[in-house]
């Protein structure tokens, strides 16, 4: 699965923080911006990964899933 998210940066003192605007819980931080955005693309797999699984114990066997586009603009 390939998606497109938007990603924000913020210099705060020595340190970056670094978020995914439409993905509640995907945020990290770096002394640098570079190891900043590593960070934060290691955090946006392993949050849709959990999600993923979450949903996947939650509803069994018995669960649709198809790929969903949006024009977001």
Do not use: C, D
Not at 28 to 45: V, W, Y
Not at 49 to 60: D, I, T, V
């Amino acid at each position: 699965m390939v998606g497109q998210f938007t990603a924000v940066y913020i210099k705060r003192g020595r340190w970056y923080i670094g978020y995914v605007e439409e993905i509640p819980g995907a945020n990290t931080q770096g002394r640098t911006l570079s190891e900043t955005k590593r960070n934060l693309k290691e955090a946006l797999e392993l949050v849709l990964e959990s999600n993923r699984a979450l949903a996947h114990k939650a509803h069994g066997p018995h669960v649709i899933e198809e790929p969903i586009n949006i024009a977001v603009g």
